[in-house]
């Protein structure tokens, strides 16, 4: 499995951004999508989750602002994120579970990791 993430960047406070992360080498729809994140303060925390049926979990500091959806016919997860907030600044990594975690699971849950995308909040 390879996960291929984009979409960050810099944006102000209040702004949106979109990421997406495509999956290639299996089968997309087989596999429960997560996105996470970390900075150099603290460890890589869930950030959301969605099924494979497309049940979604967020955490509960982005609850309402962000949006988590997959494209099974595109291969692709994405995480749309809107009223971005300082704290939101972070690398952001798309991941997923072989055994099926989605719902708020740990990191060490997660088999196959993308490289990050940084996603820069500003004032």
């Known amino acids: 499995v390879q996960l291929q993430a984009s979409g960050g960047g810099l944006v102000q406070a209040g702004g949106s951004l979109r990421l997406s992360c495509a999956l290639s080498?299996?089968?997309?729809?087989?596999?429960?999508m997560n996105w996470f994140r970390q900075t150099p303060e603290k460890d890589r925390e869930f950030v959301a989750g969605?099924?494979?049926?497309?049940?979604?979990a967020y955490a509960d500091s982005v609850k309402g602002r962000f949006t988590i959806s997959r494209d099974n016919a595109k291969n692709t997860v994405s995480l749309q994120m809107n009223s971005l907030k300082l704290e939101d600044t972070a690398v952001y990594y798309c991941?997923?579970?072989?055994?099926?975690?989605?719902?708020?699971?740990?990191?060490?849950?997660?088999?196959?990791w993308g490289k990050g995308t940084q996603v820069t909040v500003s004032s």
């Open positions: 080498g299996r089968t997309f729809n087989f596999y429960p």
């Open positions: 969605i099924s494979r049926l497309g049940n979604t």
């Open positions: 991941a997923t579970s072989s055994t099926g975690s989605w719902n708020k699971a740990p990191p060490d849950a997660m088999d196959y």
